[in-house]
């Protein structure tokens, strides 16, 4: 949800999307990757489709500290275990969760600025945010550790930067800690159901679901970036809306609708690792259609659903609204041309920083349009 949570502002989605009792089984996932040494050499990369000089593949030594905190590409190569098990959560990936909380609350009509419902929300986005989108990070990174060895050779777990079983360890702290505050809200809300635990309950199982196998939602480009959209935007809205006010089955519809934007956001990640996608048979959009198809397939998504949503809120008697959305489309729509669509590997950050923030709005103006 709220856990599958998994990005916006500069990556969104950057995740690349996250039973239980096979998720863990230390010494055999141990062995898998201990007893193999991945050697990547620069000149196996297809400098058609990823560049010869791709950021993930700058010297440690080079690389940015801010991008390090963050979890983003470009990373400096850090040593304090601390830092790195931040690194792992992505903290950018955190906000579109925490907006997804926002907009929930929103949508429900009665959330009021006291000491209470404030309280409320914050501990809502811990747990959306910091926990389960953390714990979905780390355990996308720790089924990804072949792929970034050949994509990013420098992350945490690929270098060796931190144990095996240290990042196990983060993976069942952040789990059964966001389920832990899940049930505490609960309780705070006074839920006969305990509605909040089970959405981050499922939140949590399709995110193992995705980046594990043997499903591996990752490795079809449309159900996993479905999945990941759909986590990102409608999970933590519905924890939101949950907590103060009652789910409806339009606001469900409507939510879900606006996932398939996020399938065109989780999308845009998808161009920096074509090389090692590639090379592990996983089928995402850009290996399977290329470049080209698959960028056009990405603000399609984008796009096409946003417009749709306008004409959902002109249809049911909320015209300003719906101009409101069209006036956040339209930037959208010239960043697209400005960065994306010109090349989706070199501008894929400039795209989302500059592009995103307008569809978070566009969220937010939807919840408000929802809500009366």
Known sequence: MVSAMASLVNTVYSTKLSSHSNAFRTPHLASSFSRR???VRATETDT??????SPDMVPAESGSSMNQILGIKGAKQETDKWKIRVQLTKPVTWPPLIWGVVCGAAASGNFHWTLEDVAKSIVCMMMSGPCL???TQTINDWYDKEIDAINEPYRPIPSGAISEQEVLTQIWVLLLGGLGLAGLLDVWAGHDFPVIFYLALGGSLLSYIYSAPPLKLKQNGWLGNFALGSSYISLPWWAGQALFGTLTPDVIVLTLLYSIA????????DFKSIEGDRKMGLQSLPVAFGTETAKWICVGAIDITQLSVAGYLVGTGKPYYALALLGLIAP?????????LK???KY???YQASAQPFLVLGLLVTALATSH
Not at 48 to 53: C, D, P, T
Request: net charge positive.
């Open 37 to 39: 040494r991945l050697v």
């Open 48 to 53: 058609n489709e990823v560049g010869a000089k």
């Open 133 to 135: 989108t953390g714990y």
């Open 262 to 269: 996020g399938l065109g956001i989780a999308i845009v990640n």
């Open 332 to 340: 959208q729509i010239f960043f697209q041309f400005k960065y994306f």
């Open 343 to 345: 090349d989706p590997v």
């Open 348 to 350: 894929d950050v400039k």
